[in-house]
């Protein structure tokens, strides 16, 4: 177990005068996703964009590890980017860290525009919940609004090994239809394959990195530059 995750970092801090349902959901995905490792393989300037950010944790990380980042976090959940908002508010006045975090609403579908051009576009546990079809839209649209260099960060749920994407897939199933903590049309974990092939199509250099050691998930972090 590393450092980092140990010690409570400043953006889970953030969370602390939030209800605890939040809390407990903002520490679960800081638990359950490998935003530590995902954070130290990105690059520390430049213009990011966070797809599908949820409460803004994975954002706010990414502005508190290193300040030169510009982060945009967007979701459909308007609760949600409501309470990333006020984290970040939170955060700066703390820690004076998070100046650099703005969220927005957006309306599903929602695809990334061409320009202003990215140099890092986050997508992480977000395309299981849009479908085969328009995950790989979204591929393809955050891939054409990359700047030169820019670099895609997909983390997904590995369809190997078969017993972890089944745990996966029945915890998402949970959170989705159950518990209802995460908007989305479908639990549909899309093939890496067809991940990496949609990158690759669009002109991206793909590389696979699993991120799975010690670890019930079979996350796998798809990287592709342009
Ligand atoms: C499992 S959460 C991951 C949140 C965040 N990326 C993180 O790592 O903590 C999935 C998020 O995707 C968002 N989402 C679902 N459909 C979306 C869409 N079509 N466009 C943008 N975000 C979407 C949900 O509202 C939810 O916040």
Known sequence: VTAAR??????????????????????GRWR?????????????TGWFLDYGCGHGV???????TA??????????DAAKIDIARRAAATMSTVTGG???????VVERPWLPPPTPSWDVIVINDVLYLLGHAHALEVVRAAA??????????????????RWKFQWARFQEIVATRVV??????????????????AMAESG??????????????PHLLLMGRR
């Open 58 to 64: 994975f954002t706010l990380h990414l502005c508190a």
């Open 67 to 76: 300040p030169e980042r510009q982060v945009c976090g967007v979701d459909v």
């Open 98 to 104: 998070a100046g650099s975090a703005t969220f927005e």
């Open 144 to 161: 054409g609004a990359l700047a030169p260099g820019g670099v895609l960060a997909i983390k997904e749920i590995d369809v190997r090994p």
């Open 180 to 197: 209802r903590v995460t908007a989305g049309e479908q639990v549909a974990f899309v093939p890496p394959d067809d991940l990496a092939a």
């Open 204 to 217: 991206l250099t793909v590389t696979r990195r699993r991120l799975d050691r010690h670890r019930l998930h």
């Open 32 to 44: 359950s996703s490998p935003m530590v490792e995902i954070e130290t393989l990105l690059p520390r």
């Open 6 to 27: 140990v010690r409570a970092p400043s953006a889970l801090a953030a969370y602390d005068r939030e209800d605890r349902r939040t809390r407990l959901h903002v520490r």
